[in-house]
């Protein structure tokens, strides 16, 4: 573990907090080296490269290694960096990320490619709500088994996958559920929209389209005779 | 134990048929369901379809063609076909409705 007296490196940093190897991790690498150039945010200190080159070295202060390691995490939901800063800085950010957790992630059953454990999900959410949470100093409880920033393909947040899942989900959704409701005209809407593979899905969209036509049928058969 | 219950569903299966026959003759049955979708029709699109069974809607087509055919035939049948088909309906109520021919010749007279 090379650290030094000015501090440790971004590398050095994450292996020594998540056993990762960072120049493995393109993305993640993307995500993680914003954290300390944003201004004020961590406490670095920059050593010129040497050799002619303008660019700096970045060493972290040892005192704000947690503070890199719950950043990681938030992260690992809101891939936003300025998001996960407004977290650390301000309360109403930080219970409105709680409070998003709570509501969107620890209701569901899965998020597809993401390991979350729920019980330490609590704990994090808990942590975030309490008056003191102590970001800056001490590490919030880890739900991932496997960071997010890294098993997701091109995706590197629970976010962006949520999104993603619910742009498909919440067309099957309202479909089945306008059906199941009675409302054939609007299931049917939402059955000409939907693309999708899930075969169940799939199921619905064809009884949906068939029952409406033969509906359709009925109304113009009902028109011949009745007037 | 098991002959019972086959026998008890022997039973119902043979009294069903007669129970429901018992109830009121076709043409009666057949206005009441042809009011009902002429009602769906009307409320909302695409309603009728989805509250109207198969056989309700076979029913109704029993009621609307004897109506037709019988005002072809009659020509004293000025009322319409609406206004006779509920004037027959009103009949599911009652325990001894009069026979077919009587009735269409009653719904003619309103």
Known sequence: ?227 | MFNKTLLFFTLLLAIMPTASMAKSPLLIEGCVELINIYKSNKEQRLLAAQTTSLSESLRAGYCLGVLDQYAKTEYRCRSDWFKRAKFIANYSLEDNPPAEDKLLELSCEI
Do not use: W
């Not at chain 1, 190897?21 to 670095?44: I, T």
């Not at chain 1, 995490?73 to 990320?97: C, M």
């Not at chain 1, 997010?148 to 949520?162: E, I, K, M």
């Open chain 1, 1 to 227: 573990m090379k650290s030094n007296d000015r501090g440790i490196s971004i590398p050095n940093a994450i292996k020594k907090l998540f056993g990762i190897e960072l120049s493995q991790h393109k993305a993640f690498k993307d995500l993680v080296y914003p954290l300390a150039r944003s201004k004020g945010f961590l406490k670095v200190i920059k050593e010129p490269m040497g050799l002619g080159s303008t660019k700096n070295h970045l060493f972290i202060n040892e005192d704000d290694i947690n503070k890199l390691y719950n950043a990681v995490l938030l992260q690992g939901f809101f891939a936003d960096s300025k998001r996960v800063k407004a977290i650390f800085n301000n309360e109403k950010k930080r219970l409105e990320a709680a409070e998003f957790l709570e509501l969107i992630v620890s209701g569901r059953q899965s998020i597809i490619g993401v390991a979350v454990q729920s019980q330490r999900l609590h704990q994090l959410i808990d942590k975030l709500k309490s008056s003191d949470p102590a970001l800056t100093t001490k590490q919030l409880p880890n739900p991932f088994k496997e960071l997010p920033q890294l098993s997701l393909n091109g995706l590197t947040s629970v976010v962006q996958v949520l999104l993603a899942q619910s742009a498909v989900m919440s067309e099957g959704e309202s479909m089945v559920t306008q059906f199941l409701k009675g409302d054939l005209e609007k299931a049917y809407e939402y059955s000409c929209q939907l693309r999708t593979n899930d075969p169940y899905l799939q199921k619905y969209q064809i009884q949906i389209q068939k029952e409406y036509q033969e509906a359709n049928e009925f109304d113009d058969l009902l028109k011949d005779l009745l007037n």
